[in-house]
């Protein structure tokens, strides 16, 4: 093991317990010992499990973990899951700060934002992701994350996901701000769409609703151990099942629990000014914000 694997933030549990030693052979491109992570230059260790995606044959524990997977040891639940390829389009408060957790889990990030890769240095150096071109985001991606403002989906790149790992999982953290942002959009307003209902037809690709009222601090600061009394959960809408079982999935190693939210149909329940958006509690005290949710757009988020 490296140096003990002695955990750096100073005293604390065994965090490194199960680090083990690196392979004599160690030539990839991913983070390891001839490529230590930048921001943290934490140990790395091998991950022994991972989690179900789209497309598995088996699913969770069933499902061998992938050769030459290597994650931070970080916190609780981290180095729980298959070493996954990400790609975040959207460079944000909740864009910037997943890209801070999920690579110090381990995963390979590419991340864009609408100015270019040129201006991601930063962010790349401090987290070790790939910084892209949106039209590159998806490139080989097993889940992708759309977190841009609600008014500029449909500016996307068409055949956005052509190039996406088979099974893909798409992420939409985005909410609908007609008064503040966005101005009035009618196929909300005056169709009915749901948030990401509506998005889901611009992308032209099913997508799960996650993170849309979660603070961006919290996912790094109030992610825990599962079982921990003060676990924070999140709500997760979909139509697709094997999808909301890969995002819940990686919403549990971020650090979090997960209610299913229902399909995007229901989704707004989780919608801006609703009980649950920006709610900080456990999954009892979320399951009843959603149950007290009205399907009546408040008048301060109509345009």
Request: charged letters at 30%; proline letters at 8%; one cysteine or more.
């Amino acid at each position: 093991m490296l140096s003990g694997c002695t955990d750096r933030r100073g005293p604390g549990p065994a965090r490194f317990a199960e680090c083990e030693k690196w392979p004599k052979n160690h030539t990839s491109g991913r983070i390891g010992p001839d490529r230590p992570r930048p921001h943290t230059g934490r140990p790395l260790v091998r991950r022994r499990d991972r989690i179900a995606r789209p497309g598995d044959a088996r699913s969770g524990a069933e499902c061998p973990a992938r050769e030459g997977g290597w994650c931070e040891r970080d916190t609780d639940p981290g180095c729980t899951g298959e070493l996954m390829k990400i790609g975040i389009i959207g460079a944000g408060n909740i864009g910037g700060n997943l890209t801070r957790r999920l690579t110090a889990l381990g995963h390979e990030v590419s991340v864009a934002n609408s100015r270019g890769p040129e201006t991601l240095a930063a962010l790349a150096e401090e987290t070790g992701a790939t910084p892209v071109t949106v039209a590159q985001a998806a490139r080989g991606a097993e889940i992708v994350v759309v977190t841009i403002p609600f008014k500029k989906v449909p500016d996307l790149p068409a055949g956005l996901f052509a190039e996406a790992a088979e099974g893909f999982a798409v992420i939409d953290t985005g909410n609908y701000y007609p008064r503040q942002r966005d101005g009035r959009i009618a196929g909300v307003e005056d169709e009915g769409l749901t948030e990401s209902r509506w998005t889901e037809r611009h992308l032209g690709h099913p997508v799960i609703k996650a993170f849309n009222g979660t603070y961006a601090q919290d996912i790094l600061d109030r992610h825990r151990p599962a079982g921990a009394a003060d676990r924070m959960a999140l709500p997760v809408a979909g139509d697709d099942a094997a999808a909301k079982k890969t995002v819940r999935a990686l919403i549990d190693e971020l650090g979090f629990d997960t209610v299913d939210a229902g399909g995007l149909d229901e989704s707004w329940r989780q919608q801006p000014d609703t009980p649950v958006y920006g709610l900080r509690e456990g999954v009892d005290a979320v399951t009843k914000a959603l149950a007290e949710a009205s399907p009546t757009r408040p008048a301060d988020f109509r345009g």
